[in-house]
Nanobody
Framework: QVRLVESGGGFAQPGESLSISCTASGSIHSITFMDWYRQAPAKERELVAEIGTGDITVYADSVKGRFTISRDNAENTVFLQMNSLRPDDTAVYFC???????????????WGQGTQVTVSS
């Protein structure tokens, strides 16, 4: 079983920065993709950023140049540094981790519990 624990987030004023992190633990053999999604009120969940093996990254157009995703493979942790925050970045941010477990080498695809990010003046 693989579990995710998210931390960080909170409140920021427009233009400020916040960071969030997500650590995976449990029966992990290897991790392929680590993603951040977000869901604003009355909107669908959307991909914010993804980092794959070899640190290949993908960003939503709305966050390019402002957000940076990174990972610490030794700690099975993914980070999202959010700069120049805007009110429309307000959402619950979820991490998603995919990989291979040590449990009969099965693939896993797990989600974090979500952490609130609020940007307001």
């Amino acid at each position: 079983q693989v579990r995710l624990v998210e931390s960080g987030g909170g409140f920021a004023q427009p233009g400020e920065s916040l960071s969030i992190s997500c650590t995976a633990s449990g029966s992990i053999h290897s991790i392929t993709f680590m993603d951040w999604y977000r869901q604003a009120p009355a909107k669908e969940r959307e991909l914010v950023a993804e980092i794959g093996t070899g640190d290949i990254t993908v960003y939503a157009d709305s966050v390019k140049g402002r957000f940076t995703i990174s990972r610490d493979n030794a700690e099975n942790t993914v980070f999202l540094q959010m700069n120049s925050l805007r009110p429309d970045d307000t959402a619950v941010y979820f991490c998603r981790v995919r990989g291979i477990s040590t449990d009969e080498w099965r693939t896993f695809d797990v989600w974090g519990q979500g952490t609130q990010v609020t940007v307001s003046s």
